[in-house]
């Protein structure tokens, strides 16, 4: 069933309904905005299971313009209503609700009009974990990018909007496991290790724009491709010769395009 628009005047906020006369314009959701040029998009975050709305999640809205991935947040009101603004128009993007690590499914939505509501789900129940194999799957860049050593924004065009942890989970030479000290976290797929006569893992080091993370895994979860330059993954040779003892069982490296 369609919602109703919320029109974003102060100091109260008045309900309206989407179609009819009374429908508020695109200068109301986007005060300053061109609608000669530009394009927006309002609706309501859900949760399906328990049916009610998910205020304090974002919505990421991504797309390829100029061969370069675009993409805008805008936050879920407490009336679980966003508005992302700035869109350029006739352009498919997919829009996608986030809350924490979880995120919902991607949505592509085709800017031809200059307003329009798109309702969007996210499950607050579902397996955070959950992975994206359908969108990756097939030949041709996106498998290359699945097995690449190093990754490039450029490599990342094609893709759908997604998490870093989304995307790596896929990737041949990487492995997420759980260690009762240290949680979830990220292996190379060819590192095993023994040690004083027992068989154990070690977690690979995790680097943002150089920065260390003490837990990769987490800070990957809210890292989105749409925010990346470059990822390298590391052999051990060469996380050692880089970061020496910390680079023992190899290295992830991102750069982020904001650097």
Known sequence: MPHSFVRLSAPALMLVVANSAA?????DFCPGGDPETEAAV?????????????????????????????RVEAE??????????????DIEVSLRAIFG???????????????AQQDLSLSLT??????????LAGGGSRSRVLGSEVIRAEDLVDLPEM?????????????FDRMSTLGEVILLTSVTLSSWGSFREQAMEVRINERREGDGVNAIRELSIDEVSRIEILSRTEAS?????????????????DR
Not at 23 to 27: K, T
Not at 49 to 64: L, R
Not at 241 to 257: E, P, Q, S
């Open 126 to 135: 579902a397996d955070p974990r959950r992975e994206e194999v359908g969108s």
């Open 42 to 70: 309002v609706g309501y975050v859900t949760d399906p299971e328990a049916a009610t709305i998910v205020p304090g999640a974002t919505v990421a809205a991504s797309w390829v313009q100029f061969d370069a991935r675009q």
């Open 241 to 257: 010769a880089r970061y020496g003892g910390d680079g023992y069982i190899g290295a992830l490296v991102i750069t982020t395009r």
């Open 163 to 175: 998490s870093v942890y989304e995307l790596l989970r896929q990737h041949s030479l990487l492995k």
């Open 23 to 27: 429908a508020q314009s695109f200068a």
């Open 76 to 89: 879920v009101g407490m009336e679980g209503l966003y508005a992302i603004c700035g869109l350029p128009q």
């Open 101 to 115: 690590d979880r995120r919902g499914e991607a949505v592509p939505y085709t800017t031809t009009v200059t307003l």
